[in-house]
């Protein structure tokens, strides 16, 4: 407490204490008063700055993080029904350090995709689809509602899964006693590459659209309908 004098020397610290305390009261004989009254200023002191402390701690721990896999989000209106995909986008080039492109599709833990792995369909959480309307998705004949969708790369297909289990974080994959369907589709080359990962609708026709699925020069396609 003797730096308060130099600090604020004409100034009482009825702000620290409740208490008209002057400089004079602390640096001048100490009674056992004054020696209370200087250790709860110091006490005070200390509380202060703890609590500015834990102030400063929860703005941070509530601040938003970015995202290194943006959210991804794609609308299709058809037929008097509304499908929606959200999910997130992985990018080709590592959003980490060394920030160097990364290996996409192939065979092996060292690419980001691994042929013949359950993949989420992105990143992040679980990639989701939301029918406003029955439709027809994969072959398979959905009520309206909410699904979550995997898939497995192959070098020459890509297999859809369709599952009923929703609310879960993308990764670990459930299991197939939640799969309502599976589809196998060819694998497009396209010519201009695609990043980050996206997932866009093309209509073709008054009841039906595909729901493409693309990355680097891959893409693949499931067949969707409005009853």
Avoid at 110 to 127: H, S
């Amino acid at each position: 407490m003797r730096i308060l004098p130099y600090i604020f020397p004409h100034r009482s610290y009825r702000f620290l204490t409740g208490r008209a305390l002057t400089c004079r009261a602390l640096t001048g004989r100490r009674s056992a008063a004054t020696r209370r009254t200087a250790a709860h200023c110091r006490a005070v002191v200390v509380r202060s700055a703890g609590v500015a402390l834990l102030a400063c701690v929860a703005l941070l721990a509530a601040a938003p993080r970015k995202l290194l896999s943006p959210p991804g989000r794609a609308v299709l209106h058809l037929a008097g029904a509304t499908v929606t995909v959200t999910y997130h986008r992985p990018k080709m080039r590592n959003p980490k350090p060394p920030h160097a492109p990364r290996l996409i599709f192939g065979p092996g833990a060292k690419y980001l995709v691994p042929f013949g792995q359950v993949w989420r369909l992105g990143a992040n959480q679980a990639t989701t689809l939301i029918a406003t309307a029955p439709i027809v998705l994969a072959g398979r004949h959905l009520a309206a509602g909410t699904y979550t969708l995997f898939a497995i790369p192959d070098p020459g297909h890509w297999t859809l899964i369709i599952s009923k289990k929703t609310g879960e974080w993308g990764i670990p994959y459930p299991g197939r006693q939640f799969d309502l369907a599976r589809e196998t589709s060819p694998v497009h080359h396209t010519a201009s590459k695609i990043d980050p990962f996206t997932i866009p609708f093309r209509r073709t026709g008054s009841h039906s659209a595909q729901l493409r699925f693309a990355l680097d020069h891959t893409m693949a396609a499931a067949s969707l309908r409005v009853k």
